[in-house]
């Protein structure tokens, strides 16, 4: 019986995979190949036969590891891209987005009543200050699941990324969509998407 | 309308069409479809798994390394949601194509 695995790695040459998912997809094809040959040989082909049979599967081993290489690690870049940018982003929107609601559940009491009433400037400050902290933990995950600088620092800005553009679209849906002259001051309410701190003063309390 | 990509639309129908009932491994999706097609489509290792794993990335198919009662390891693919849902679409878009030929091009079921 040949050794398929050996047969296949020597055909296709070098692979530009990783060690295991070439190691996998080496073993698969080899699997193929046996079963192909083993066939030919219950069909009364003689062990030549058979193993060019086996062999003429593909007639440029060379392009197939180039093409399923390309494929393999478009697969792997999805697979990094989930790891290292929108897992990380995600979990640290949400972390972020308890942490601001657990003064309200808990009805941290500093001059707010009710759940629905706005909190209070305290409760905005101290989520507002702890915010690196969340982007801090969302580059350090993204680092390490091999994130790159760039991958590294659009997690760690995720959140900020995030709750902007859910601004932008409430601003945009209040001004166009509803005519909502209190949202639809956008001029007005520029200042505070960069600054979010400088209406702080301006508020009730 | 039907696509252009006939031939790669022709290849991954049959795929999805033999794993609808059951997860089989590379070798034997080949064997069905040219079993069920009579020897008319044929698969070789180069044309199969690198649409195979194209399906896997897309979701259509899930990939899992199992033992076989003899020990012998095989990679089985399962038809994922994804992939079962695309399967209606594209059964319905080839009975499109094959009515369009026969008004066509005069062919009658065999």
Redesign the interface.
């Known amino acids: 019986m040949p050794d398929w695995s050996r047969l296949i790695s020597e055909r296709m040459g070098v692979l530009a995979l990783s060690g295991a998912v070439r190691d996998?997809?080496v073993?698969?094809?080899a699997?193929?190949?046996e079963?192909?040959y083993q066939?030919c040989r219950a069909r009364g082909a003689s062990e030549s036969q058979a193993i060019e049979i086996a062999l003429s599967?593909?007639?440029?081993w060379q392009e197939?590891g180039r093409?399923?290489s390309d494929?393999?690690n478009?697969?792997a870049r999805?697979n990094d891209r989930s790891k290292q940018l929108w897992l990380p982003g995600l979990m640290t929107l949400t972390a972020s987005m308890v942490w601001l609601m657990m003064p309200q559940r808990v009805n941290w009491n500093l001059g707010s009543s009710s759940f629905h009433e706005s909190p209070p400037l305290m409760a905005y400050l101290m989520w507002l200050i702890t915010h690196p902290v969340f982007g801090a933990a969302g580059a350090y995950l993204s680092r390490r699941n091999g994130g790159t600088l760039i991958a590294r620092l659009a997690a760690g800005i995720f959140p900020s990324i995030a709750l902007l553009g859910l601004l932008i679209f409430i601003t945009f849906t209040g001004f166009f969509v509803e005519r909502n002259p209190s949202s639809g001051s956008i001029p007005h309410s520029l200042p505070s998407w960069f600054f979010p701190g400088q209406s702080f003063p301006r508020s009730r309390c | 309308m039907i696509r252009t990509d006939l031939k790669r639309g022709t290849a991954e129908l049959a795929i999805l069409s033999v794993l609808e009932n059951e997860p089989l491994?590379?070798?034997e999706i080949?064997?069905q479809i040219e079993e069920q097609s009579k020897g008319a489509l044929q698969f070789?290792?180069?044309a199969?798994?690198?649409m195979l794993?194209?399906m896997?990335?897309r979701g259509w198919l899930n990939g899992t390394?199992e033992t076989a009662a003899n020990g012998?390891?095989?990679?089985c693919y399962r038809l994922m949601p994804r992939g079962r849902k695309m399967l209606q679409p594209m059964r319905e878009e080839w009975a499109d194509l094959f009515r369009a030929m026969r008004r066509v091009a005069k062919v009658s079921h065999a």
């Open positions: 996998e997809v073993a698969e094809l699997t193929h190949l079963e192909l066939a599967q593909a007639t440029d197939l093409e399923i494929i393999k478009e697969e999805t | 491994h590379g070798y080949a064997r070789t290792l180069a199969l798994y690198p794993y194209r896997e990335n390394w012998r390891r095989r990679r």
